[in-house]
């Protein structure tokens, strides 16, 4: 009776330890997932930076010719009637250039109605976000017109 006594206990002590193990697995697997989540947010926002600093660059190099920046860039240009003109540019999950139907972060420029100029510049907006809505980065860009 006794050996039988000890066979339970030892099978008790395995399970426990197996239980204990189970749980540091699911909270190593729990870090892990967080970790590989939080480092793909930040390499899209390193790149949506990267995006949006050569339009700034590029707004300033063409005193804000909006069809020339869309040339530059891979995207499309217009103006609406109220005369704020704008670039939209889509990127592929690569940060590739892509069209509106595979995109899945979108860069875009607006350029202020020449009635909104302040002392001769000419002043925008740049933004990139995801396609889903949620921005990545924004800031204002202004330059002397051409």
């Known amino acids: 009776m006794t050996h039988r006594s000890k066979s339970t206990l030892f099978?008790?002590?395995q399970l426990i330890v197996i239980a204990v193990f189970a749980v540091c697995a699911a909270a190593c697997i729990r870090i892990l997932t967080s970790a590989y989540f939080t480092a793909n947010d930040s390499q899209a926002t390193s790149h949506a930076v990267l995006r949006?600093?050569?339009?700034a660059e590029i707004f300033k190099a063409v005193d804000g010719d909006i069809d020339t920046i869309a040339s530059i860039l891979g995207g499309t240009s217009g103006t609406q009637a109220d005369g704020v003109s704008g670039v939209a540019v889509y990127y592929d999950s690569s940060w590739q250039v892509s069209n509106?139907?595979?995109?899945?972060?979108?860069?875009?420029?607006?350029?202020?109605?020449?009635?909104?100029?302040?002392?001769?510049l000419l002043e925008g907006e740049i933004w990139v976000e995801k396609i889903?809505?949620?921005?990545?980065?924004?800031?204002?860009v202004a330059t002397r017109g051409g």
């Open 100 to 120: 509106e139907g595979n995109a899945s972060y979108q860069l875009g420029l607006v350029i202020y109605a020449p009635g909104d100029q302040k002392a001769g």
């Open 132 to 140: 889903t809505g949620e921005g990545l980065v924004a800031f204002p």
């Open 11 to 13: 099978l008790i002590e």
């Open 52 to 55: 949006a600093e050569s339009a």
